[in-house]
């Protein structure tokens, strides 16, 4: 089992950066794909980026290529996810999540290729 806490959200301006975490712990040797998805107000939860524990590879929606970086740290056990140039479209809770599917594959854009999920870190953007 693999478990996963957030950290991170806050209230910002837009324009601001945030950057969140999410600390792993448990069987990570099991989760070779590491996801951020986000759920806004009334909407369904989106992908937003993915990276491969072993090599850092990585992998971004449209909607936030350039102003979102994923990244990691294999000594701490943790992932961030930078945002910069944030916009009030950017308000939602965040998700962190592992996968089982290949970082490569289909699946590690869809949240239903996610089993392990963390309890999510608000981040409200004002105008």
């Known amino acids: 089992q693999v478990q996963l806490v957030e950290s991170g959200g806050a209230l910002v301006q837009a324009g601001g950066s945030l950057r969140l975490s999410c600390a792993v712990s448990g069987r990570t040797f099991s989760r070779n794909t590491m996801g951020w998805f986000r759920q806004a107000p009334g909407k369904e939860r989106e992908f937003v980026a993915c990276i491969r524990w072993s090599d850092g590879s990585t992998r971004y929606a449209d909607s936030v290529q350039g102003r979102f970086t994923i990244s990691k740290d294999n000594g701490n056990n943790t992932v961030y996810l930078q945002i910069n140039t944030l916009k009030p479209e950017d308000t939602a809770v965040y998700y962190c999540?592992?996968?089982?599917?290949?970082?490569?594959?289909?699946?590690?854009?869809?949240?239903?290729?996610?089993?392990?999920w963390g309890q999510g870190t608000q981040v409200t953007v004002s105008s």
């Open positions: 999540a592992a996968s089982p599917f290949p970082f490569a594959g289909g699946m590690a854009v869809r949240s239903s290729g996610y089993d392990c």
